[in-house]
């Protein structure tokens, strides 16, 4: 049986960004199955399983949903339930040997301006589109997973375990259809760092006079586990509300390392700090 080990979705409440829209998305053939539950707007839950005599090769960046505006939002990296060897709990790619299943956390910007409605999850030039469920359709699917036998030929094991047709769409290399979907997944090295929070400081009443928008531009580095280092006001327009900014990336914003050749990596961020009155 496939249930144990996997991080199956917690089925819990929506997030409030995420109360409406497709939150649960399935691939499934006889060459592997790929769920995935968005739980907020920085994590991503992606269950995988191989059901292929092939080596796969996931990575996190590869993930990428599109909200009803076609607006585009990405994997960035996966997050370990421990430390790893190398040092702390991020790492962007990993392999899946033939029927095994592994459960993956994906933190990135999934901060939907509108609602999303689509997933695709590329493997080298192919691009696995996801189906979108509901959340009861979801659940059942999720306990017709946990009785497929890996052990027993691919399709009679979907058969029994209930499965009597795949979801989703795989779009080959060279086909009309992965070639418009290329664009979606640029190749960036360096991919700089991403802002997951940022919470707004609040003006005080002693600067009402200054026009809107009120800014500080910080620039700062985020190392390669996602710490912040060395923060420098660029510009501000007053040395209290520099300060002030600096004491609130710090103390509250939350980043994810940049990546270069598959590895987190320390980087040089400009931020803008926008007051809130």
């Given at each position: 049986m496939v249930a144990a080990g996997l991080l199956w979705p917690s089925l819990a409440a929506p997030q409030p960004e995420l109360e409406a829209g497709s939150r649960y998305f399935l691939y499934l053939s006889d060459k592997r199955i790929v769920t995935l539950e968005l739980v907020s707007g920085r994590r991503a839950v992606l269950n995988y399983i191989?059901?292929?005599?092939?080596?796969?090769?996931?990575?996190?960046?590869?993930?990428?949903v599109v909200d009803t505006a076609g607006n585009t939002y990405r994997g960035h990296v996966f997050r370990a339930d421990?430390?790893?060897?190398?040092?702390?709990?991020?790492?962007?790619?990993?392999?899946?040997?033939?029927?095994?299943?592994?459960?993956?956390?994906?933190?990135?910007?999934?901060?939907?301006?509108?609602?999303?409605?689509?997933?695709?999850?590329?493997?080298?030039?192919?691009f696995v589109q996801l189906?979108?469920?509901?959340?009861?359709?979801?659940?059942?699917?999720?306990?017709?997973?946990?009785?497929i036998d890996l052990t027993a030929e691919s399709k009679l094991a979907l058969v029994d375990a209930g499965f009597w047709r795949g979801y989703g769409q795989l779009h080959t290399a060279g086909s009309d259809e992965a070639r418009e979907l290329r664009p979606l997944f640029p190749d960036l090295d360096p991919v700089p760092p991403v802002v997951l929070e940022n919470p707004a400081p609040r003006l005080a009443s002693r600067f009402g006079s200054l026009p809107d928008p009120v800014v500080v531009q910080l620039r700062l580095t985020i190392n390669r586990v996602g710490g912040l280092l060395n923060p420098e006001v660029i510009h501000s327009p007053d040395p209290a509300l520099g300060e002030q900014a600096v004491e609130t990336v710090r103390n509250s914003w939350v980043f994810l390392p940049a990546l270069s050749k598959g590895e987190p990596v320390d980087a040089e961020l400009v931020v803008r700090v926008v007051f809130d009155r």
């Amino acid at each position: 049986m496939v249930a144990a080990g996997l991080l199956w979705p917690s089925l819990a409440a929506p997030q409030p960004e995420l109360e409406a829209g497709s939150r649960y998305f399935l691939y499934l053939s006889d060459k592997r199955i790929v769920t995935l539950e968005l739980v907020s707007g920085r994590r991503a839950v992606l269950n995988y399983i191989n059901l292929d005599d092939a080596i796969e090769v996931l990575e996190a960046g590869n993930l990428v949903v599109v909200d009803t505006a076609g607006n585009t939002y990405r994997g960035h990296v996966f997050r370990a339930d421990q430390e790893l060897e190398s040092g702390g709990f991020y790492f962007v790619s990993e392999l899946i040997r033939p029927r095994q299943f592994r459960g993956y956390d994906i933190r990135g910007n999934f901060r939907f301006e509108q609602l999303p409605s689509r997933a695709y999850f590329r493997l080298g030039g192919r691009f696995v589109q996801l189906e979108p469920l509901t959340e009861e359709d979801f659940e059942l699917v999720a306990n017709k997973i946990g009785e497929i036998d890996l052990t027993a030929e691919s399709k009679l094991a979907l058969v029994d375990a209930g499965f009597w047709r795949g979801y989703g769409q795989l779009h080959t290399a060279g086909s009309d259809e992965a070639r418009e979907l290329r664009p979606l997944f640029p190749d960036l090295d360096p991919v700089p760092p991403v802002v997951l929070e940022n919470p707004a400081p609040r003006l005080a009443s002693r600067f009402g006079s200054l026009p809107d928008p009120v800014v500080v531009q910080l620039r700062l580095t985020i190392n390669r586990v996602g710490g912040l280092l060395n923060p420098e006001v660029i510009h501000s327009p007053d040395p209290a509300l520099g300060e002030q900014a600096v004491e609130t990336v710090r103390n509250s914003w939350v980043f994810l390392p940049a990546l270069s050749k598959g590895e987190p990596v320390d980087a040089e961020l400009v931020v803008r700090v926008v007051f809130d009155r």
